[in-house]
C-alpha cells in the first residue's frame, strides 16, 4: 500500500547558531522545523525549514494544522496533496506560513517516494548534470572585519569560486571598505556577489553599484524591496549591474513583472516559501523560458539535485549550517556540489539534535 501513516515535528537549533545582522534583520539563533513522515512499509522521509527566531507558535500552528492531513496520500501523491492543501487555505490565503508548512512536507514526500523507490530525487526527475558550482554565503554585517576576512579566505581554502557578503551599512564608505577589503584577501580569480536584502533606496543602490564597478561585483542581490520591479528596471538600466532575485516570493508573478521589464538576471527560487518542488520546477521553467538561469536561495541541500535536473541552472548557495547535525553532509570539491546518490535527499537528521514537538506544546 506504501501510504502515509504519521507525521512526527521536531525541532533543532544548529551548533553554529549565533547572533547574525544583515541590512534589515538581525537574528538571534540559526534554527529548523523538521517534519518527518512515515508510510505503513516503515520507511521515512523528511523535510525541513530554516526558521531561526521567527514566529515559532506561528510556524508551529501552520505546520500543526496540516501535517495530518497528508496521512493516507501515498508518498507519489505530491501534487494532489498540494492542491486538496491549497482549498482548505485559500479563505486565509495561500502564501505565507500555511504555503511553508504544505511545502515542508512536500519535500518529506519526494524523501520517502525516493527512499520507496530506492532512488535519488535527481534520478527520479532526469538529469542534465551531474554536478553544479557552489557559492560560499555569508559576510554578515554584524562580522568584524577580521570576521569578515576569516570567513571568505576560508572559502577560498575549500576551493569555492565565488563568495557573497552583505551591504546596506549605515554608509556607502563602509560597504565600499569592506568590498575592497574582501577583493584584496580574495584576489582577482574569486567572483564577488553581493546582497542588501532588501535594505536600500533606489538612489543608493544605484550610488554602490557605480561604486562597487571597479572591483568587479559579480552580481547584486534584492538592493530594493522585492516588489519595487519599476527600480529594478531602472537600477539594471542605468548601471549595467547583473541582478539577482526571488528568495521573498511565493508565486510566480514577481518572476513575470521583472521579465517584462528586462530587470532580471538569475531567478532565485525558495524551494519552502515557493511551494515545494512542483512550484521550483515550474519557475525554473518561465525563467527558462527567457533564457534566466536559476541560482536558488539557501536550501542546498535540495537544490543541488533540483538543479542537475533543469537545463537553465546556474548554481547553489552554501551555509554551513545543518551539516553537523545530518548524517551526510554535501562535500563540496573545487567549488561543485554532486547530488547525493542515496535514495530520496540522501540525509536524514540525526535524531540526537532533534527535540520532537507534541500537539499543544
Known amino acids: 500500500m506504501s501510504k502515509i501513516k504519521r507525521t512526527t515535528l521536531y525541532r533543532a537549533v544548529s ?18 522545523f523538521i517534519v518527518e513522515i512515515e508510510l ?25 494544522d496540516i501535517k495530518d492531513s497528508v496521512v493516507g496520500y501515498h508518498p507519489w501523491q505530491t501534487g ?26 512536500n519535500v518529506a514526500m519526494w524523501d520517502a517516494w525516493g527512499k520507496l523507490l530506492n532512488q535519488p530525487v535527481h534520478q527520479l526527475l532526469g538529469t542534465y548534470v551531474d554536478k553544479v558550482p557552489v557559492y560560499g554565503s555569508g559576510g554578515w554585517l554584524s562580522y568584524s572585519e577580521q570576521e ?22 549605515p554608509t556607502l564608505d563602509e560597504d565600499i571598505a569592506r568590498l575592497t577589503r574582501v577583493r584584496e584577501a580574495v584576489g582577482p580569480e574569486l567572483n564577488i556577489m553581493m546582497d ?47 541582478l539577482a532575485m526571488g528568495e ?34 515550474t519557475s525554473a521553467a518561465l525563467a527558462q523560458a527567457h533564457h534566466i538561469p536559476v541560482l536558488p536561495h539557501y536550501y542546498k541541500d535540495y537544490d543541488v539535485p533540483l538543479l542537475c535536473t533543469i537545463p537553465n541552472g546556474y548554481g547553489a548557495e552554501s551555509f554551513d549550517w545543518i551539516d553537523s547535525i545530518i548524517d551526510n553532509p554535501m562535500p563540496i570539491v573545487n567549488g561543485y556540489a554532486r547530488p547525493r546518490e542515496q535514495a530520496g535527499w540522501g540525509f536524514s537528521f540525526l535524531k540526537s539534535h532533534l527535540t520532537e514537538i507534541r500537539k499543544g506544546e
Do not use: C
Open 196 to 242: 542588501a536584502n532588501q535594505g536600500m533606496s533606489l538612489p543608493d543602490a544605484i550610488k554602490l553599484s557605480e561604486k562597487s564597478a571597479s572591483l568587479g561585483i559579480h552580481w547584486f542581490e534584492e538592493p530594493l524591496n522585492h516588489t519595487h520591479f519599476d527600480g529594478y528596471q531602472l537600477l539594471r538600466n542605468k548601471t549595467g549591474i547583473a
Open 80 to 105: 494532489e496533496f498540494i492542491t486538496q492543501t491549497e482549498k482548505e487555505q485559500e479563505y486565509f490565503g495561500k502564501s505565507g506560513l500555511q504555503k511553508w508548512a504544505t511545502a515542508t512536507l
Open 148 to 169: 569578515l576576512i576569516e570567513e571568505v579566505i576560508e572559502y577560498k581554502n575549500r576551493g569555492f569560486m565565488a563568495v557573497k557578503i552583505k551591504v546596506g551599512s
Open 248 to 281: 521573498r516570493e511565493y508565486d510566480l508573478e514577481p518572476l513575470k513583472n521583472l521579465i517584462a521589464r528586462n530587470a532580471l538576471d538569475l531567478w532565485q527560487p525558495d524551494i519552502i516559501r515557493i511551494g515545494g518542488v512542483e512550484a521550483w520546477r
Open 40 to 64: 505503513d512499509n516503515g520507511i521515512t522521509g523528511e523535510g525541513y525549514l530554516l526558521s531561526f527566531h521567527y514566529s515559532p507558535q506561528a510556524i508551529l500552528g501552520a505546520l500543526n
Open 15 to 32: 551548533p553554529l547558531s549565533r547572533p547574525l545582522a544583515d541590512a534589515t534583520h538581525s537574528l538571534s539563533e540559526i534554527s529548523f
